[in-house]
């Protein structure tokens, strides 16, 4: 019962469902015609390998039996789930279970990995690329807005400063106003009252001569003069101001220097649906936002602007402005790649084919050129000239 040479049904071609198919894509998994060959070749997005079934029917590994380990397992058991041999159904071991071609069932897996594969490689993982990539943004955008942040709390610390600077100044200034106030007045009074001493120690010095001369005359010629000097000097009472420091509230000066509003982060849950037939063409559904959000801001260096952009992918950008240079930035603000016009004009206008090519058109020259991507092993210009 060995598939590859036992009599079987006939297998008709994948793409006609009506001829035998004598021949089979190992890329493709499909089972093909003669006729079909040369049209399933013409697809050139894919390199084809197309041989003939019987080929590749020699090609494969069918596996031994678990049980019967000289034997070769042609079968799988539905309801157990393993591959069989002949001799496990000479047994009576799997009598009742459904059992199926293994080639069949190595097709349909095959199919199921194909299938498995290109929803991988064109939705799935694109998914998680374009997450990433706004992560990427995600991440520019939050260092922008601390440095931001960082700057405008600097700002206002300098004018708390300034301000601060200025009541101890003014307090100062306050200070010495009052002391050049009072201070005069005191002199003022010092002076009197040393002169005043100065006379009572003359008078003093006076009175004990007096007293020791024993002359009638000059005695009897004294005058008192200690009633004036019961007279006393007015007491200054002095009060004098003093600074009464208020007690520093952290919570308010936060409130008057200004706070921060909290970070916050939210998940959205992504829904992912399987591709329908044909999907791989469709480009995916994105609902526009009502209010636009500047991601980044990027300085081009064009004198008089950009003229035209447009959008290699989800990260990269071309440019054009003013000269005859055509730039390529990422989100980040810098250029990946530059490129110069063929004419040396500047280019009216630039698009991206679906491939990725640079496409500009020259207004002077009258032409439409197209700069192949890196994707074709270098740059080559393809010129279409208006007659």
């Known amino acids: 019962m060995d598939p590859r040479n036992s009599a079987q049904d006939v297998v008709r071609c994948t793409l006609c469902l009506d001829s035998v198919a004598p021949m089979y894509c190992e890329v493709c998994h499909i089972h093909l015609c003669k006729d079909c060959v040369e049209t399933h070749l013409s697809d050139s997005s894919i390199v084809h390998r ?35 041999c002949v001799q496990c159904i000479s047994s009576k071991t799997h009598l009742g279970h459904i059992q199926v071609d293994i080639l069949k069932t190595f097709e349909s897996k095959t199919e199921k990995l194909q299938k498995d594969l290109q929803e991988l490689e064109k939705f799935i993982c694109p998914k ?17 807005n ?3 942040l960082t700057t405008a709390i600097d700002k206002q610390g300098e004018v708390w400063h300034r301000e601060i600077d200025t009541i101890i100044t003014n307090l100062k200034s306050n200070v010495e106003e009052m002391e050049s106030k009072h201070l005069p007045i005191l002199n003022k009074q010092e002076d009197e009252i040393t002169h005043t001493i100065s006379e009572i120690t003359q008078t003093i010095a006076e009175l004990k001569k007096l007293l020791n001369s024993k002359d009638v005359r000059l005695v009897s010629e004294y005058k008192s003069r200690n ?26 000066l936060i409130k008057k220097f200004g706070s921060l509003s ?28 009502d209010v636009p959000r500047v991601i980044t801001a990027i300085d081009t260096g064009y004198e008089y602007g950009v003229y035209s952009v447009t959008c290699l992918n989800d990260t990269e950008v071309w440019t054009c402005g003013n000269d005859n240079m ?9 250029i990946v790649e530059s490129i110069q016009t063929k004419s040396g004009n500047y280019p009216k206008d630039i698009a991206v084919t679906r491939s990725g090519d640079l496409v500009y058109t020259d207004y002077h020259d009258r032409t439409v050129n197209i700069q192949w991507s890196e994707a074709t092993k270098g740059l080559r210009p393809i010129t279409y000239k208006e007659e």
Do not use: W
């Open 326 to 334: 055509m730039k390529l930035y990422n989100l980040r603000g810098e």
């Open 262 to 289: 909290a970070l916050s982060f939210t998940t959205e849950k992504q829904d992912y649906s399987m591709p329908t037939q044909g999907a791989e063409s469709s480009p995916p559904d994105r609902s526009l936002m």
């Open 146 to 148: 601390s440095q931001k």
């Open 128 to 144: 998680y690329q374009e997450s990433a990539s706004i992560i990427t943004v995600q991440k520019a955008v939050l260092s922008k």
């Open 50 to 84: 197309v041989v003939s079934l019987k080929q590749y029917l020699t090609t494969l590994n069918y596996p031994k039996c678990r049980k019967h380990p000289t034997k070769q397992c042609e079968l799988l058991c539905e309801q157990c789930d393993i591959p069989i």
């Open 227 to 252: 009633a004036e000097f019961r007279r006393l000097p007015p007491k200054l009472k002095v009060s004098l101001p003093n600074f009464r420091p208020q007690e520093i509230h952290t919570d308010q």
